[in-house]
């Protein structure tokens, strides 16, 4: 007797009746007891599309898994595209027919791989369906070119902040903004990947952020209203953007800034007082991590190793001082460096300049009317200009920084829950802090030890 398995499988059930699968099971439990075999098992895939392999289909999985296992030698199905949609995946089953003797035979009486007659059919329906997914790919791959050239939104995965259709969802809009806010003033991707978590603020998916969650979308220029196809921008969107153009240079800016990372590592301040408090030589300190524990964990210590000095009771001895002078009634709003609009709009005009000229080229060069040679001069000298404006407008966003806690209602609290890298930009702004050398020997931290120079507005 011959031990048969039967494959049902619906790619769409509305009503989640079954009675697609239920007709499919009639005909194949008729071929089974026509041919005089023994059913062992029917392995349903009830409304589970086959079109795309990375689509999880768990009764195929554990038909194929039962298959190696040996545990039948005919299958039934109702037709081959219900078995599988796949190329690869149908030229497998017919490699089983003719290589290892698989009884295979659809319901519908189009395909009989117990026949040879059956085995040419199935192979030349593997040849046209796999010609048919290459062109399939090619027209949507030609359609999503179109789209994005035409500035429609992209079909698919919708980005956080925008539907489908390319209208702003105003919740999902306030976590890019927040996150575009915080990178351009100085927080890394880890710390905002971080602070988001610590809130409680959900990923498009639900899942957990992380420095590279945060990464995509501080890369994804649709988020200021630009048009993307393959990762190049080809053009002005069709919808609102949610972050300004020059909020997004500047984010590229600093992403692309080499000095960001050495040698695989971050190069993020860990340390508050690292590249913020000076060496009474003049340079800036920087941190030092040693071995063990307590207080001297780790040092602050300048280029010229003038000293070493223990960080925590430094750091604490500045965050004290530092909260007793943003308590002073005074200082609301002093020193608080609002973002130069002005400057902005003037860099903004002078980028749409370069990359309208920039386009000019590229239309000279299709025409004829340069060579390849002046060509990339031409556009080289063009990005570098481009590349020199996204700089600037970086600079002039993270300058503004500090705005967020001096110009608080409460200085103190707004400085205590910023990141390290706001509260490194707000101290910077109040005061230029020097270490002096501490006494050799002692354990005992001295204020004296640390010189202040108060900023006037």
């Not at 497998?92 to 295979?104: M, N, P, S, T």
């Not at 796999?130 to 791959?141: D, F, L, S, Y």
């Not at 408090?277 to 001297?296: K, P």
Request: aromatic fraction near 6%.
């Amino acid at each position: 007797m011959t031990n048969a398995a039967m494959y049902l499988r619906v790619s769409l059930d509305d009503t989640g009746e079954e009675q697609a699968v239920s007709r499919q099971r009639e005909d194949c439990t008729k071929i089974i007891r026509q041919r005089g075999w023994t059913l062992i098992g029917e392995y349903v895939d009830n409304s589970i599309s086959a079109s795309s392999a990375a689509k999880v289909r768990p009764e195929y999985d554990r038909l194929v898994r039962d298959y190696a296992a040996g545990k039948f030698g005919a299958l039934v199905c109702w037709d081959l595209d219900r078995l599988t949609r796949q190329p690869r995946q149908l030229e497998d089953w017919i490699d089983a027919a003719q290589d290892r003797g698989l009884l295979i035979v659809t319901a519908n009486g189009e395909a009989d791989l117990t026949t040879d007659a059956g085995i040419l059919f199935a192979g030349i329906k593997a040849q046209v369906a796999r010609a048919e997914v290459k062109r399939k790919g090619a027209r949507q791959a030609r359609a999503q070119q179109q789209r994005a050239e035409q500035g429609r939104p992209a079909k698919g995965i919708r980005p956080t902040g925008y539907t489908l259709a390319g209208e702003i969802i105003p919740e999902e809009a306030k976590i890019v903004r927040r996150i575009f806010d915080r990178f351009t003033r100085g927080e890394t991707l880890k710390g905002i990947a971080a602070d988001l978590e610590r809130d409680g603020v959900p990923t498009r998916r639900g899942g957990h952020w992380s420095s590279s969650s945060v990464s995509s979308i501080l890369r994804n220029a649709r988020y200021a209203g630009r048009s993307v196809y393959k990762g190049q921008d080809v053009g002005q969107g069709m919808w609102k953007p949610i972050v300004a153009q020059a909020q997004f240079s500047a984010a590229q800016a600093r992403l692309d800034d080499p000095r960001r990372k050495t040698r695989g590592e971050s190069t993020a301040r860990k340390h508050l007082g690292s590249g913020l408090y000076f060496c009474s030589c003049g340079l800036r300190v920087r941190s030092i991590s040693t071995s063990g524990g307590g207080m001297g964990a780790n040092r602050y210590a300048c280029r010229n190793a003038c000293y070493y000095r223990s960080a925590r009771p430094v750091d604490e001895y500045v965050l004290s001082t530092i909260r007793g002078r943003l308590a002073m009634p005074d200082l609301q709003g002093a020193l608080a460096r609002p973002v130069d609009r002005t400057a902005l709009a003037a860099l903004a005009s002078q980028r749409k300049e370069i990359s309208l000229r920039r386009e000019r080229f590229e239309a000279d060069y299709d025409s004829g009317l340069i060579d390849g040679r002046r060509f990339h001069a031409a556009v080289g000298k063009a990005d570098a200009q481009l590349d020199q404006i996204r700089a600037q407008e970086a600079r002039l966003l993270a300058a503004a920084g500090p705005t967020a806690v001096l110009g608080a209602n409460n200085p103190v609290a707004a400085f205590d829950r910023a990141p390290l890298a706001i509260q490194q930009q707000t101290i910077d702004a109040l005061a230029r802090v020097t270490l002096l050398r501490g006494v050799h020997g002692s354990r005992v931290f001295r204020p004296e030890s640390v010189v202040w120079e108060w900023r006037s507005e």
